[in-house]
T-cell receptor, first 115, second 113 residues
Framework: AQSVSQHNHHVILSEAASLELGCNYS??????LFWYVQYPGQHLQLLLK??????LVKGIKGFEAEFIKSKFSFNLRKPSVQWSDTAEYFC?????????????FGTGTRLKVLA | EAGVAQSPRYKIIEKRQSVAFWCNPI?????LYWYQQILGQGPKLLIQ????????DSQLPKDRFSAERLKGVDSTLKIQPAKLEDSAVYLC???????????FGSGTRLTVV
């Protein structure tokens, strides 16, 4: 079955450290890719998305992600994290098959940034 | 713009009881989704509507779950009868474009005891 893997379940960083969260998916066809963030006590918010074009996608709050098709990966990066980035991050894949869409989320990565 | 509205925010019921959740999507969003998020897991799509038609309900446990979007606007999700394993946050999302997961509401946290 198709799946989305987020390898890091918990990440702890100090402020100003660089961040990279891994996301791999198993579907070999056309995909749309997303990163969502859930701050404590808040609902899921879209950070960035990739549909087509430039594989390096810029999102809000200084986040970016790179789609590497050959590696089935869509890793999230931020050069310098802040305490306010403490949240849970979800990678999601939308598998496109003959005009239908199948949505799969990863299990999430909890990021804690130490002030 | 107003966000996706969901109610209630919290619900506690006993197993075998029934429960219903309500969602009002962002105005003009034709696509509406219901997700189930069990603690420690990512959201799982239960059902997707395009206007008032069902696009995908392959992961909806149809023996106990039902959903409708009669006028193509707001939607209800019902569980009858509830099981302990249905304890989760039920998220509604809506989007303008197909292929996009959408804007999420705050969710309804269901506890089945």
């Amino acid at each position: 079955a198709q799946s989305v893997s987020q390898h890091n379940h918990h990440v702890i960083l100090s402020e100003a450290a660089s961040l990279e969260l891994g996301c791999n998916y198993s579907y070999g066809g056309t995909v749309n890719l997303f990163w969502y963030v859930q701050y404590p006590g808040q609902h899921l918010q879209l950070l960035l998305k990739y549909f087509s074009g430039d594989p390096l996608v810029k999102g809000i709050k200084g986040f970016e992600a790179e789609f590497i098709k050959s590696k089935f990966s869509f890793n999230l990066r931020k050069p310098s994290v802040q305490w306010s980035d403490t949240a849970e991050y979800f990678c999601a894949v939308n598998e496109v098959t003959s005009g239908t869409y199948k949505y799969i989320f990863g299990t999430g990565t909890r990021l804690k940034v130490l002030a | 713009e107003a966000g996706v509205a969901q109610s209630p925010r919290y619900k506690i019921i006993e197993k075998r009881q029934s429960v219903a959740f309500w969602c009002n999507p962002i105005s003009g969003h034709a696509t509406l989704y219901w997700y189930q998020q069990i603690l420690g897991q990512g959201p799982k799509l239960l059902i997707q509507f395009q206007n008032n038609g069902v696009v995908d309900d392959s992961q909806l446990p149809k023996d106990r779950f039902s959903a409708e979007r009669l006028k193509g606007v707001d939607s209800t999700l019902k569980i009858q009868p509830a099981k302990l394993e249905d304890s989760a946050v039920y998220l509604c999302a809506s989007s303008l474009e197909r292929g996009s997961i959408g804007t999420f509401g705050s969710g309804t946290r269901l506890t089945v005891v």
